[in-house]
């Protein structure tokens, strides 16, 4: 079932609950006092008639003969004559049972109205016990088969040696019509409100669980593969936050999608690049052996076969090599020492002027005192790789300059050569795996195209950063930052 | 002559394919970019064009394009053995395709097979005092028919296509039986016996020690 729908239905049964056990509260209660006042009326009566005859008894007091009740039948005719009274019927009667009076309606009492009042069973649903006044006196209320409500009441008083009974009937009818009339007009009242309030309740929860309705549908687009769908204006209350919260989820989620694609996307490149740089050095070695195994070769062409097989198996070795130092950079762990920068620069440097001085290159170090956490070995590989790369920029007699100071908690690696440059939109992919802005000339000084793919691995791995500013036919300059461990300048 | 154009940026390679495809008769042209490649189209033609995918100024694929509409058959050498990649170069109307690394011999049968399907080569081959007729697999000896099995005529055409090559007994078995060579040389041998005797190639068949054999001509 929906939400809204159970919602309604909801409310509508609380409502209906509410108006029900209201209506019937109040209905009830407007009985109870209508009936109070009737028996009230009634008790009142009564007592005024048993009064009138108590006065009669006293004033006659005469013996046991006959039309010695004469009295009593003529003060009570006189009473049921006049017109305003509120009983229906009136009864007097002896204790013996003798019946003295009775006016019309007869039928309204019982056979035997003593005992029916006085002894202790009663075969009407309700009796009550007045002796405020010390009188003895009965109220009971009953049920004719016809469905009317009568209230019969009876008294005692004493005549002489024996005691009489004076009974009387009123009509409770009125209170029980009134109750019906307004149980009828209260169901149908009840009806409509129930409807209203349904009515009400289904646009309230319509109105509440749409947030809901939008939410879901973003849902559905998003599962169907639009990540970019985020929900909007959805409110401030719980479902808005709800709505919050399934965007950040959603903005993670599709970063990480998008992350994950990218890195599928870089490894497909990454072997699709190594199948190549793999594949173009076996072609040639395979091509080449077959070419010598198979034919007769002149001179030249042997000696030319035999030098690619050996030039390409060297690169094959280079490329596996690197490969390694990669492999190897990912999985190893490897402790870091402070070591003065300067130091390990020098070094560098005292390693590759030799070299350097015979392509008529100069090269200069200008360090301060700073001293980072690093990897010694990993990180005189990373100054070689990159001081090598500058070689290989500059064709002929240019200097390379390395400068070294720290700033702000960070130490500043700069290595400067005035080389050819690299083109401005070959700059943001000379970091890639096999990834060469002259392919040709890297071939020829020996490069596989992983130099800077592993530097870059070296220096995050120091938690540093390598970034490079070129100008073409200007030179390059590549920037290493590392956190420094102490800047004594 | 049949002018072969190879377009290939790694010299290693452009050499190899250049050597074995001067040495099996053919004349080559070499280009090692893109852009090169598509100025010599310009004013060149070509019998077969030998197009590496992976090339600096245009990539074979874009070279592709250009030449379709020279009428120009082609060969893509690819290192990506993604079929998606091999069938993106045929349906662009490469003829074939060549995934590296690959054999000499491997290339220059497809080279042929590209050619002839050309009518850039007859259909005879003479050679040694014999006549091949390729397409009714009749050889002859002057007027006289020579009867040989499937096998042998196959094993014959393999000598006649790579005259002065020395045949390794693997590449034999692969090329004539179709599968991989795991050292019976019983049948090579045997095969090789029966063509000698048939087309009177006792002296010209030689075997190379350890190795194979060869067609001395």
Redesign the interface.
């Known amino acids: 079932m929906k939400f809204g729908t159970k919602m309604m239905i909801a409310f509508t049964v609380m409502l209906a609950l509410a108006f029900g056990i209201g209506g019937s509260v109040l209905i009830s209660a407007s009985t109870g006092n209508y009936l109070n006042q009737l028996q009230e009326a009634a008790a009142s009566s009564h007592r005024l008639i048993l009064f009138t005859l108590s006065a009669v008894s006293e004033a006659t007091q005469t013996g046991e003969q006959s039309g010695e009740y004469e009295d009593f039948v003529n003060a009570l005719s006189r009473l049921d004559a006049h017109g305003e009274h509120n009983w229906l019927a009136l009864r007097l009667s002896h204790e013996d049972g003798r019946i003295i009076y009775t006016s019309r309606e007869a039928g309204l009492f019982g056979n035997n109205p003593a005992e029916q009042i006085l002894g202790e069973r009663v075969v009407f649903y309700d009796i009550y016990l007045d002796n405020v006044s010390g009188e003895q006196f009965a109220m009971l209320t009953f049920r004719t088969t016809q469905g009317s409500y009568f209230l019969q009441l009876a008294g005692q008083f004493q005549f002489g040696a024996s005691a009489l009974f004076l009974e009387s009937v009123y009509d409770l009818s009125p209170v029980f019509s009134a109750r019906q009339e307004q149980q009828r007009i209260y169901r149908q009242l009840f009806v409509v409100l129930i409807a209203l309030g349904a009515a009400l309740s289904w646009l309230l929860s319509f109105w509440m669980t749409s947030p809901l309705r939008r939410l879901s549908r973003i849902t559905r687009t998003i599962a169907s593969g639009d990540l970019s769908c985020r929900a909007t204006s959805i409110g401030s209350d719980e479902i808005g936050i709800l709505a919050v919260d399934f965007n950040n989820m959603t903005d993670k989620l599709e970063n990480n999608i998008n992350e994950m694609k990218d890195t599928m996307k870089r490894q497909e490149e990454f072997m ?1 690049s190594f ?2 740089e793999l ?10 052996a ?2 010598l ?5 002149p001179d030249a ?1 042997k000696q ?2 035999a030098n ?1 097989i050996f ?2 198996g060297r690169r094959l070795e280079v490329l596996s090599l690197k490969l390694l130092d990669l492999i190897v950079l990912k999985k190893r762990d490897f402790t870091f020492l402070p070591i003065s920068i300067a130091q390990i620069i020098g070094d560098a440097v005292r390693l590759v002027r030799p070299v350097l001085a015979k392509r008529n290159i100069e090269i200069s170090a200008n360090c301060d005192g700073s001293t980072c956490k690093i990897e010694p070995d990993l990180f005189m590989s990373l100054i070689l790789n990159i001081i090598d790369n500058a070689r290989k920029a500059i064709d002929e007699a240019g200097e390379i300059k390395i400068t070294a100071k720290s700033e702000g908690g960070h130490c500043e690696i700069k290595i400067a050569d005035n080389g050819r440059g690299i083109p401005e939109d070959e700059l943001y992919k000379i970091k890639d795996a096999f990834y060469r802005v002259d ?2 000339r890297a ?1 020829s000084q020996g490069g596989v195209g992983l130099g800077l793919r592993l530097c870059d691995e070296i220096a995050s791995l120091h938690g540093g950063e390598l970034t490079f500013e070129s100008e073409l036919n200007v030179g390059t300059t590549v920037t290493i930052k590392l956190k420094a461990e102490t800047a004594d300048a | 002559m049949i002018k072969i154009f190879i377009v290939e ?5 452009s ?2 394919l250049r ?2 495809l001067t ?1 099996a008769g053919y004349e080559c042209k070499c280009a ?1 970019d893109g852009i090169a490649a598509a100025d010599i189209l310009e004013t060149e033609r070509f019998d077969l064009i030998l197009l590496d995918v ?1 090339l ?1 100024g245009a990539t074979g694929f874009e070279l592709m394009e250009y030449i379709r509409h020279l009428d120009m058959p082609v060969i893509f050498i690819t ?3 993604m079929v998606e990649d091999r069938v993106k170069g045929l349906k662009m109307g490469a003829e074939d395709y060549i995934v ?6 491997e290339l220059l049968a497809r080279v042929e097979t590209v050619l002839r399907r050309y009518n850039k080569l007859g259909q005879m081959i003479e050679i040694a005092g014999l006549t091949i007729d390729t397409r009714s697999m009749l050889v002859k000896r002057g007027d006289e028919e020579i009867p040989l099995t499937r096998k042998e005529y196959e094993l014959l055409l393999l000598f006649a296509r790579n005259p ?5 007994r693997e590449t034999i078995y692969e090329r004539v039986w179709g599968s991989d060579y795991f050292g019976d040389s019983r049948t090579i041998d045997l095969h090789v016996q029966r063509v000698r005797k048939k087309a009177g190639w006792e002296d010209k068949l030689q075997s190379v020690y350890k ?1 194979g054999y060869r067609l001395e001509v």
């Open positions: 699709g199948a190549h594949k173009t050095p076996l072609t040639s070695i395979i091509g080449y077959d070419l195994r198979g034919h007769s070769l062409d030319d076969a690619y030039m390409e392919k040709s071939r | 940026d790694e010299k290693p390679i050499d190899l050597m074995s040495k090692f992976m600096p290192a990506k053995n590296k690394p690959f054999e000499i011999i002065g090559t020395a045949l390794y190795v």
